[in-house]
């Protein structure tokens, strides 16, 4: 899984540059110039952003994700021309809660987390899960969700809900393995 990790690593930042600087940078300044003055969601609360983040549906990558890639700015998710053109699913979630959440000073740790049912490359997700400073319990955030999960005793435990049958996720994967993609941790 770790090559795997490194080559997706690669490619995903290669394709997003390559498509945010012919496509979607313009598309963002002319078609949604509200989103594009706050590409990183700053200006909204935990909350609201749980509710915005929760009321958005999940869109296929496009070509079936041969050529997935996340988003790097939180605020594309929310550029409903965009997401029908190149997809907007768990990875996009998951790196966008990841960027706002290290962005945020109440929070100590983040980690991005790829998830499979065994080897499958087929069935695969990704979760981001993160504390908030002064906490020891860990929030599990995940686009079938519309909120985050917060009585984890650490990331894993977190991660592992993926094993149950109806767990809070909507995800199951009985063989799942797990792999952190990226992590901050405030100093």
């Known amino acids: 899984m770790t090559a795997g990790k490194v ?20 598309k963002m300044e002319i078609c949604y110039p509200e989103l594009n003055k706050d590409l990183f969601m700053d200006r909204y609360s935990f909350d609201q952003l749980l509710s915005k983040l929760g009321s958005l549906k999940w869109i296929s990558d496009k070509w079936k994700g041969i050529l997935d890639f996340e988003y790097r700015y939180p605020a594309v998710l929310f550029a409903e021309e965009i997401c029908n053109e190149y997809g907007r699913d768990c990875d996009d979630f998951a790196m966008a809660w990841y960027t706002i959440l290290k962005r945020r000073k109440e929070w100590e740790e983040v980690k991005l987390v790829l998830c499979a049912d ?36 650490s990331w894993e435990q977190a991660v592992q809900e993926q094993k149950k049958k109806n767990n809070r996720v ?18």
């Open 118 to 153: 065994g080897f499958s490359i087929k069935r695969s997700h990704f979760v981001a899960v993160a504390r908030m400073k002064g906490t020891s319990f860990w929030y599990l955030f995940s686009n079938y969700i519309s909120s985050a999960s917060l009585d984890y005793q």
């Open 7 to 26: 080559i997706r690593k690669c490619y995903s930042a290669l394709f997003f540059y390559l498509v945010w600087h012919t496509s979607i940078k313009q």
């Open 170 to 187: 909507g995800v199951y994967y009985p063989k799942l393995i797990y792999t952190v993609y990226s992590k901050y941790k405030r100093s």
